[in-house]
């Protein structure tokens, strides 16, 4: 299975770094490692999270960050989805 990032997603994510990063050295590269790994999660058992809105959006919540990961399925992949600030989002595929 594969994913990609919705454009406005993939905006969000580096923003989200990059504030992490500039409030403390490091953070953002800890931010990083934290959504890879919910990336992980959600590919090896996406339908482990429950539908949030039809007709499939998902919904993973991140451990040890302010953030959350909106993410769409297809048959072979998931999309990430925008949140305007109030998370990440991530389509897979």
Not at 21 to 32: I, K, M
Not at 68 to 73: A, G, P, S, V
């Amino acid at each position: 299975m594969s994913y990609y990032f919705h454009p406005g997603a993939e905006a969000e994510h580096f923003e989200a770094i990059a504030f992490f990063e500039s409030r403390q050295p490091g953070l953002g590269v800890a931010y990083l490692a934290e959504l890879e790994e919910l990336m992980a999660n959600v590919v090896h058992a996406p339908h482990r999270y429950r539908i949030e809105r039809k007709p499939n959006i998902r919904r993973i919540f991140s451990n040890g960050f302010p953030s959350m990961l909106f993410f769409e399925m297809s048959r072979v992949s998931f999309k990430s989805l925008p949140l305007h600030t109030s998370g990440v989002g991530l389509t897979i595929g």
